[in-house]
């Protein structure tokens, strides 16, 4: 344990006296919200990060992307962890002849707000494309579209999910 911290500890004195810490905040579909820490590696062409995105449903993931062009505007990646959002496919109950009206009344509101809230993250393996308004490890807005394939959190379904994100590098 003590190594451990010891190790974390030292990576982070180093990282924050070579001014590579950088914090980003932004949003898109299907998550609202999504702050991010990073880390700027290879003389600020490549980066790790990670977030926690926020919607109907949320999630973490990690990543790494590296530049593809000299001017560091477009990167490429690999992301681990919340992809996407998509429904859970839980269907709402019918309801039975002996219901009372009261019953009824709740079950349509209940529906209607189950089928709003019904969504469930899609967690897996992807890959990452970044267009950086500034350049990758600069201060700035940034563009990032992501796919890949994952599991539903609760359904358990494979399938392939995704998002776009507007963010800013401060």
Wanted: a negative charge; charged letters at 20%.
């Amino acid at each position: 344990m003590k190594l451990i911290f010891a190790t974390t500890l030292l990576f982070l004195s180093g990282a924050s006296h070579a001014n590579d810490v950088s914090f980003s905040i932004g949003g898109g579909y299907p998550y609202v919200a999504v702050p991010e820490i990073s880390l700027a590696t290879n003389e600020g062409a490549q980066r790790w990060y990670a977030n926690y995105k926020i919607g109907l449903d949320d999630g973490f993931s990690a990543g790494f992307e590296h530049a593809l062009t000299s001017d560091k505007k477009h990167a490429v990646g690999i992301v681990v962890g919340a992809l996407g959002v998509q429904d859970d496919g839980h269907q709402c109950p019918l309801e039975s002849e002996d219901d009372s009206i009261g019953d009824a009344f709740g079950n349509i509101f209940g529906c209607a707000a189950s089928g709003i809230f019904d969504r469930e993250t899609t967690n897996g393996v992807g890959v990452s494309y970044s267009y950086l308004f500034s350049g990758l490890n600069e201060g700035g807005w940034r563009v990032r579209l992501e796919l890949g394939y994952g599991e539903g959190t609760n359904s358990n379904e494979s399938r392939a999910d995704g998002g776009v994100s507007i963010s800013y590098e401060f």
